[in-house]
């Protein structure tokens, strides 16, 4: 019989068994320990920082929108202060000393322009009653523009120097044309630069007219009104004779109004020349001549050798930050419809 041979054991063979994982769970669970430690404190460190920098972010959109409401806060108070106590005119305090009190009137003369017979009036009225004030100056550079604001400024002259005493001058730089010269009528006496244009006493109602257009492209005009001249002026009608009539009728009897102020104001100095009325306008020099200006001076020359008073203070009311933002924000909408409604209005020009 053979005898049983056992496997030999460590003992017999001097030798050891290299332990494998599977021999020794605790082992490896002890080994990856310390990674899957450090893998979850990165994570909450990155989570940490992720959420920090959005509560951050979120703080500073806070801190922004409160600081434009605040921003705009301020804004409006600033609109308030302007609107209500800030002062319209460079001069806005009495001034004792002997001076020359001037206003500006530049650009178009209409009601939504700077030159429009409120703040003139205003203007002349400040300066009129300030008692440094020896005189009046306007300085004008004006194509013309609304017979309505011209006749409304010439009449205040006219009731102011009669209620202060005080001269009137108009010194003309580039032009003192239409409803310009209709202000500057009122005054005591003109004074201009030899090149200046001076006159264009006449009145205009313009416009277009489609209907031509209209037809070669085929479409037709549906306007409908209750009273049959309603449409009078309608660009896309054709006006019929009697609408025409009335038309020239309208810009007759406001030409004779246009008239009337000029002979009133400039009395014996003006020429018995019929095409003064005719809509011409004319050089400084043939204004001089035709007794529509007086003579040859400039601001300075005229508060120098006229009113000899040469300091020179303004009374225009400027445009401020309330009136610019109304205009822009405020009112836009409503006057483009009155605007678009009523756009046929005769004009000095």
């Not at 009495?94 to 530049?106: F, G, R, S, V």
């Not at 009449?155 to 310009?180: F, G, M, N």
């Amino acid at each position: 019989m053979q005898e049983e041979q056992t496997p030999p054991t460590q003992q017999d063979t001097g030798t050891v068994s290299t332990p494998t994982a599977s021999a020794h769970p605790a082992s490896a669970s002890t080994a990856g320990a310390p990674t899957a430690d450090k893998n979850s404190q990165w994570e909450r460190d990155t989570l940490e920082r992720l959420v920090m920098a959005q509560i951050n972010e979120q703080r500073a959109a806070r801190r922004w929108r409160i600081g434009f409401r605040m921003f705009w806060i301020l804004l409006l108070l600033g609109v308030m202060w302007f609107s209500f106590y800030h002062g319209r005119n460079v001069a806005n305090t009495p001034n004792p000393t002997a001076h020359t009190a001037l206003i500006e009137i530049k650009g178009e003369i209409d009601t939504d322009a700077n030159a429009n017979a409120e703040w003139i009036i205003d203007s002349m009225r400040q300066a009129f009653e300030d008692e440094g004030s020896q005189a009046v100056v306007l300085r004008i550079n004006s194509p013309g523009g609304s017979p309505v604001q011209a006749g409304m400024i010439n009449d205040e002259i006219k009731r102011l120097k009669a209620l202060h005493q005080k001269p009137v001058y108009v010194v003309v730089e580039e032009t003192c044309a239409s409803a310009a010269y209709y202000i500057a009528a009122a005054s005591d006496k003109i004074y201009v630069d030899k090149a200046s244009i001076v006159g264009s006493i006449g009145v205009l109602m313009d416009g277009f007219g489609f209907t031509g257009l209209m037809d070669k492209v085929g479409v037709e005009r549906r306007l409908m009104t209750a009273g049959e001249n309603k449409g009078f002026l309608d660009p896309f009608s054709n006006p019929t004779k009697t609408q025409k009539t009335h038309a020239q009728l309208l810009l007759d009897q406001i030409h004779q109004q246009f008239i009337s102020v000029v002979r009133e104001g400039r009395g014996e100095r003006l020429k018995d020349a019929p095409e003064i009325f005719s809509g011409l306008f004319w050089s400084g020099q043939q204004a001089i001549e035709l007794g529509l200006a007086d003579g040859y001076g400039t601001l300075d020359s005229v508060a120098r050798d006229v009113v000899k008073a040469e300091d020179i203070v303004d009374y225009t009311r400027q445009d401020n930050v309330a009136e610019r933002l109304v205009k822009r924000f405020g009112a836009a909408m409503g006057e483009a419809m009155v605007k678009t409604s009523f756009s046929w209005v005769p004009q000095l020009r």
